[in-house]
Nanobody, 123 residues
């Protein structure tokens, strides 16, 4: 099972990026998925989660109103649309999937992890 995240890069503050995470090896259409991030010297933190159907989403307070998570089960892909980016959004972003249909916000609830994709926001 592989989760491959891509779409990171360098962007100026106020700009936008769209991250994608593609699952290979099995389908995650019945699984909740999420994005976490880890800044240098900090712990990995929750960013956003989505239920198996996409009907339910959850966001960290720090990104609410700026980021949008979505899921395309036909493409086995989860997205993170990031707008109004701030320098404090700079981090490695990781996608994750859990063995369950409901969105959760805890690191320990997710079993499958992709490699990080680096997002750098310049001021």
């Amino acid at each position: 099972v592989q989760l491959q995240a891509f779409g990171g890069g360098l962007v100026q503050a106020g700009g936008s990026l769209r991250l994608s995470c593609v699952a290979a090896g099995r389908t995650f259409s019945n699984n909740a998925m999420a994005w976490f991030r880890q800044a240098p010297g900090k712990d990995r933190e929750f960013v956003a989660a989505i239920s198996w159907s996409g009907a339910t989403t959850a966001y960290a307070d720090s990104v609410k109103g700026r980021f949008t998570i979505s899921k395309d089960n036909a493409k086995n892909t989860v997205y993170l649309e990031m707008n109004s980016l701030l320098p404090e959004d700079t981090a490695d972003y990781y996608c994750a999937a859990r063995d369950g249909p409901f969105a959760r916000t805890s690191f320990g609830d997710y079993k499958y992890w992709g490699q990080g994709t680096l997002v750098t926001v310049s001021s």
